[in-house]
């Protein structure tokens, strides 16, 4: 992109893509996450990641193993369900991590509500996430592709509509 453009052709693309997808553009807030009961101190991309997620209903994070996208994923959900953008905030979850997020909702939010769907219980957990109110729900990805089957018809109109914001680009 550098070269072929003229410099503030490049920074006008560059301020675009930032604004719309990068984690650093947005928010210049620091601190905790409002309403997130948390038993650690997030790191500030953790807070930044939080904040941007929140903001706008969405988030692609890509960071390396061990920098704390368990602790982000639930903070985000948290804060998406304690400011109302969320009735109950559902979390899949990769099947080889599933306790790992029990364990970090338990450790590291003390007072959060949350639910586990489990395969072998999916009936009892499902009809208790539909009467009981619950800050965060946990699936694994297995146990998400099995009980919410999607028609390809209706795969394709979930997948447009949450394109769109990046065809507005």
């Known amino acids: 992109i550098k070269n072929g453009l003229a410099e503030n052709e490049r920074a006008?693309?560059?301020?675009?893509?930032?604004?719309?997808?990068?984690?650093?553009?947005?928010?210049?807030?620091?601190?905790?996450?409002?309403?997130?009961?948390?038993?650690?101190?997030m790191l500030p991309w953790q807070e930044r990641v939080a904040r941007r997620a929140?903001?706008?209903?969405?988030?692609?994070?890509?960071?390396a193993v061990g920098a704390g996208k368990t602790i982000e994923g639930i903070?985000?959900?948290?804060?998406a369900k304690k400011s109302g953008k969320a009735n109950?905030?559902?979390i899949v979850v990769p099947n080889a991590v599933t306790a790992q997020w029990e364990e970090a909702v338990r450790t590291f939010f003390p007072g959060v509500s949350f639910k586990a769907i489990k395969t072998?219980?999916?009936?009892?957990?499902?009809?208790?996430?539909?009467?009981?109110?619950?800050?965060?729900?946990?699936?694994?990805?297995?146990?998400?592709?099995?009980?919410?089957s999607l028609s390809p018809a209706k795969q394709i109109e979930y997948l447009?509509?949450?394109?769109?914001?990046f065809r507005k680009v």
């Open 12 to 41: 006008d693309l560059e301020r675009k893509y930032n604004d719309l997808f990068a984690i650093y553009a947005g928010t210049k807030e620091r601190g905790p996450v409002p309403s997130v009961p948390i038993n650690v101190a």
């Open 54 to 63: 929140a903001d706008q209903g969405f988030l692609y994070i890509n960071h």
């Open 75 to 79: 903070a985000v959900a948290v804060a």
């Open 88 to 90: 109950k905030p559902l």
């Open 120 to 148: 072998e219980t999916k009936e009892q957990d499902l009809s208790d996430i539909a009467t009981k109110e619950y800050d965060v729900i946990l699936i694994s990805d297995a146990t998400f592709s099995r009980t919410m």
């Open 160 to 165: 447009q509509r949450d394109m769109l914001p």
